[in-house]
């Protein structure tokens, strides 16, 4: 195990896991709880959830069920783009903590910015809930705040708010790489986290991770999540098996070398989610 990369550093001084268990997708009834559950038994401690995900009463019985106690995990939600007013994601975030039954959320995210496609006033709607956010910061209902899908512009127009976002989170994945994004926040002390990591499944086809995965004795997944890792990215991988979700978080015990992660890089891909700028939701 090679220690110090297990934990981020937000730009507050929270601690964050770097890679994290993804809950888009899995049902509410018992897909959700039992997921989460196995997640935290195979030792992940970061949740990424969401309003959106129709689920949050599934992950927080989860969570209320796993080995761990509630201080020991970080949990993430985000507000939805139908709640763009002050009032209206106040109300948002109590609902995710009601859902979920806790009493604070650890990181809670803006799920997709306003946009101009949509409004000729794009930034102070996008302020408007930045500043919503603050407050729940502030008020200590959340620990963390950041952004979801934000381009450098929309991350430029909050630039000048009291806090600024502490995680970007991104799709991320071989062949799709957000140079410009990512190097904003860089500069910006903004950790990255990347959403479909493993590019639904479609990544871990490529000969150049099959020729690493027989390199380095691993399996596709775990080249693609260790490259994410290589690149500052936090993979948000998510699984309904679990040989799948025990394999995800065991990349520790290996690095790529500096060219094998040149090679990644050189993959070629496409956005495989929603364009921000195309106003997806
Ligand atoms: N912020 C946003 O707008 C946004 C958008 C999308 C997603 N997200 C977050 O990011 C998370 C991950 O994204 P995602 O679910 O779209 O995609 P993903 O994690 O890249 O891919 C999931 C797919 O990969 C397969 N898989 C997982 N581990 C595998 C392994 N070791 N070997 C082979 N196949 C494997 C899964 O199938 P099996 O179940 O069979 O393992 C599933 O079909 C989401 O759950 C969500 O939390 C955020």
């Given at each position: 195990m090679v220690s110090g990369e297990h934990m981020r550093e937000l730009s507050n001084g929270l601690s964050m896991p770097s890679i994290g268990f993804g809950t888009w997708?899995?049902?509410?009834?018992n897909e959700a709880k039992s997921a989460v559950v196995q997640a935290v038994e195979c030792g992940y401690t970061l949740i990424d959830g969401a309003?959106?995900?129709?689920?949050e009463v599934g992950v927080g019985e989860g969570i209320r069920s796993s080995s761990l106690s509630r201080e020991e995990l970080f949990v993430t939600s985000k507000v939805w783009t139908?709640?763009?007013d002050y009032d209206s994601v106040i109300e948002a975030c109590n609902k995710s903590l009601k859902d979920l039954k806790l009493?604070?959320?650890d990181l809670y995210l803006i799920h997709w910015p306003a946009v101009s496609k949509q409004y000729e006033n794009w930034k102070d709607v996008n302020h408007e809930v930045w500043q919503a956010l603050i407050d729940l910061y502030t008020q200590g209902k959340v620990k963390a705040i950041g952004v979801s899908n934000f381009n450098v512009d929309h991350l430029e127009a909050l630039e000048g708010s009291s806090v600024m976002p502490m995680v970007n989170q991104i799709e991320f994945h071989p062949g799709f790489l957000q140079e410009d994004v990512r190097s904003y926040c860089k500069d910006h002390n903004i950790v990255v986290e990347g959403w479909r990591p493993l590019g639904l499944g479609e990544s871990l086809s490529h000969e150049i991770i099959w020729n690493l995965a027989e390199k380095y004795k691993k399996n596709p997944a775990q080249i693609v999540l260790r490259w994410c890792l290589h690149k500052d990215v936090v993979p948000l991988p998510k699984s309904r098996s679990r040989e799948h979700i025990e394999q995800n978080i065991d990349i520790f015990d290996f690095s790529l070398s500096d060219d094998d992660i040149a090679l990644i890089d050189t993959i070629e891909g496409e956005r495989l989610g929603g364009d921000p700028e195309e106003a997806p939701f």
């Open positions: 997708d899995l049902s509410n009834e309003a959106r995900y129709g689920n139908n709640h763009r009493d604070y959320l």
